[in-house]
């Protein structure tokens, strides 16, 4: 259910709005062109990561929830062990 809402919304963003005809039209294999017509190139790219990486997030989460993969004890007796592997060695 949650990946056809993000599916039906995504396909509404990328026909319906201006974001989503200057990320076709970056996407599209020639970055130059967009930029020479008036896409913001950079500003776009990096918006397109932050929502892949939001998008992306909560599936993990979710998918870990959904295949048990971490136990509520996963991590105990461990809380310690990240402070010697981050000193330099010296003393």
């Known amino acids: 259910m949650i990946a056809a809402i993000a599916l039906v919304i995504g396909q509404v963003v990328l026909t319906?709005?201006?974001?989503?005809?200057?990320?076709?039209?970056?996407?599209g294999g020639n970055r130059d062109a967009a930029r020479i017509s008036g896409v913001p190139v950079k500003a776009v790219k990096a918006s397109v990561h932050v929502t892949s990486a939001s998008a992306a997030a909560p599936a993990g989460i979710t998918l870990g929830g959904r295949s048990h993969a971490g136990g509520p004890f996963a991590g105990q007796g461990l809380e310690l062990d990240g402070i010697p592997a981050g000193r330099s060695g010296t003393t």
């Not at 319906?16 to 200057?22: N, P, Q, S, V, W």
């Open 16 to 27: 319906k709005t201006r974001y989503g005809r200057f990320v076709y039209a970056i996407g």
